[in-house]
């Protein structure tokens, strides 16, 4: 399983992004792929997760309301809708996927065995 995850960049207070994560190599149609994000200084924390199980989500606190987690089946690739972002959003946002929750929602980083590469948000006036 390979994920490659790209849309970030510098972006100002209120404004929106959309983060891409491209999955290949999943040879099954049912896993749990979630968006994760490390700010400089602090721990990894999970931001919000989707099982292709029945296409539930799940968003941190910090981010409901504002963030949006979708997928297009066609393309592989899941998206995450970043809007009315804030200086505390920055943070490199990394994509993770695990074939084995079931079904299973969690935002837990050592729940997931595969992860991409990270991309850097920066939210800054």
């Known amino acids: 399983v390979q994920l490659q995850a790209s849309g970030g960049g510098p972006v100002q207070p209120g404004g929106s992004l959309r983060l891409s994560c491209s999955a290949s190599?999943?040879?099954?149609?049912?896993?749990?792929i979630g968006w994760f994000r490390q700010a400089p200084g602090k721990e990894r924390e999970g931001v919000s997760c989707?099982?292709?199980?029945?296409?539930?989500?799940l968003y941190a606190d910090s981010v409901k309301g504002r963030f949006s987690i979708s997928r297009d089946n066609a393309k592989n690739t899941v998206y995450l809708q970043m809007n009315s972002l804030k200086p505390e959003d920055t943070a490199v946002y990394y994509c993770?996927?695990?074939?084995?929750?079931?079904?299973?929602?969690?935002?837990?980083?050592?729940?997931?065995?595969?992860w991409g590469q990270g991309t850097l948000v920066t939210v800054s006036s």
């Open positions: 993770a996927l695990d074939l084995t929750l079931y079904g299973i929602l969690t935002l837990r980083q050592y729940d997931y065995a595969y």
């Open positions: 989707l099982t292709t199980t029945n296409g539930s989500t």
């Open positions: 190599g999943v040879r099954s149609a049912y896993y749990t």
